[in-house]
């Protein structure tokens, strides 16, 4: 999700990760532009050490090729960044993964706002372009792999035909909020690997928009199933849902440090994320137990198992580098670890997505019993 792991073809430009990369290859070094024979030395082994896979990958450049940081461009227009979405270089397949899963969060959104807000419905109904046939296809194809989501979607026909609003038994708004966190996350880290090329000054604060994406991610995903799960218990609702934020707004304060920006703190910074996340095994263990009669217990299990699944093996990739540690250079513009991170992400989001509808469908069902 952040725009380290490779510059688009206009060469992102991660000063701040160069000259800590520079510093761990080789340390100090020597007088500036000529000084002692050691201190050319010096310089000479640490331009030597620093190679691509520890720098933003520039045009041209492949990992493990030899490369001066001090070279990387800078201040490229923002009219050519944006240009560079429709080229192919190393940053394409992140850019894309996450701007395709923006579009289609996006279209899901519209496609349940659409069961409340009758304009919204007919702004999908007049689109030129079939965006409301695709969320609808996407929503029922989820649903279809999703048992859950499946039968939400096929019993509801407002949600297929787009028809007018409908009154719930159970608010939407924790729904909601978890739509619009992802779509945040997905639009940062779109921008960020889009355009990190223009400046340095643009690139340090689109690192740290993304960072800022990803812990919103991570709050925001715990809102529908600590929501509906504790409905009755709104205390827990309050607990819970007041810790993860606190968790998340500490992260990205910690994130705002220039200190961790840089190359080494790569691994500090997602387990700051896998820690966030981890959190969420207390809340969890109680709501199995406060639902193990619950018939819809197993399938959200399976919905939030599978998210986790992917959460965690896209970190893991994300943190190793595999495959291209292996074959420095054959990955450069398909099949490196970051690609892999960004299209586990949409996985587990989507995971995440049929099972909030399952916990919409089953509290509309149950409701509270009267006290």
């Known amino acids: 999700m952040d725009s380290e792991e490779g510059a688009t073809v206009c060469a992102h430009a991660h000063q701040e990760e160069a000259a800590a990369a520079m510093?761990?290859?080789?340390?100090?070094?020597?007088?500036?532009?000529?000084?002692?024979?050691?201190?050319?030395?010096?310089?000479?082994?640490?331009?030597?050490?620093?190679?691509?896979?520890?720098?933003?990958?520039?045009?041209?450049?492949?990992?493990?090729?030899?490369?001066?940081?001090?070279?990387?461009?800078?201040q490229w227009p923002i009219l050519n960044a944006v240009l560079s979405l429709f080229s192919w270089h190393n940053e394409t397949i992140n850019i894309w993964t996450h701007l395709l899963g923006l579009m289609l969060f996006f279209g899901l959104t519209l496609v349940h706002l659409g069961q409340y807000f009758p304009q919204v419905a007919d702004l999908i109904g007049h689109l030129s372009w079939p965006i409301s046939k695709v969320a609808e296809n996407v929503s029922s194809n989820i649903g279809d792999v999703l048992s859950g989501a499946a039968m939400f979607i096929q019993t509801n026909p407002t949600l297929v035909s787009y028809g007018a609003a409908v009154t719930s038994q159970t608010t939407r708004w924790p729904f909601f909020v978890f739509l619009a966190g992802a779509m945040f996350c997905l639009l940062s880290s779109t921008a960020c690997h889009l355009l990190s090329c223009h400046s340095h000054s643009l690139n340090l604060f689109l690192i740290r928009l993304d960072y800022t994406g990803i812990a919103v991610m991570i709050v925001v995903s715990f809102f529908p199933p600590i929501y509906y799960i504790f409905q009755c218990e709104p205390h827990w609702q309050v607990v819970y849902l007041s810790a993860i934020t606190v968790a998340g707004v500490g992260t990205v304060y910690a994130l705002m440090s220039p200190r961790l920006s840089a190359a080494r703190y790569r691994a500090h910074r997602a387990l700051l994320f896998v820690g966030m996340g981890l959190s969420g095994v207390v809340p969890a263990v109680h709501a199995a137990a406060v639902n193990w009669h619950e018939p819809a217990r197993n399938v959200t299990l399976a919905y939030e198992g599978a998210m986790a699944a992917s959460y965690l093996v896209g970190t893991a990739f994300y943190l190793t580098r595999v495959p291209e540690r292996w074959r420095p250079g054959a990955f450069d513009l398909a099949g490196h670890s970051h690609q892999i991170f960004h299209a586990l992400v949409i996985a587990g989001a989507l995971a995440h997505y049929g099972a909030a509808i399952v916990f919409l469908k089953a509290r509309d069902e149950m409701g509270c019993p009267a006290s």
């Open 23 to 74: 510093k761990e290859a080789g340390g100090g070094g020597g007088a500036r532009g000529g000084g002692s024979s050691r201190g050319r030395e010096g310089r000479r082994r640490r331009e030597e050490e620093v190679r691509a896979g520890e720098l933003p990958r520039a045009a041209g450049v492949h990992e493990g090729e030899r490369v001066h940081p001090q070279l990387l461009p800078l």
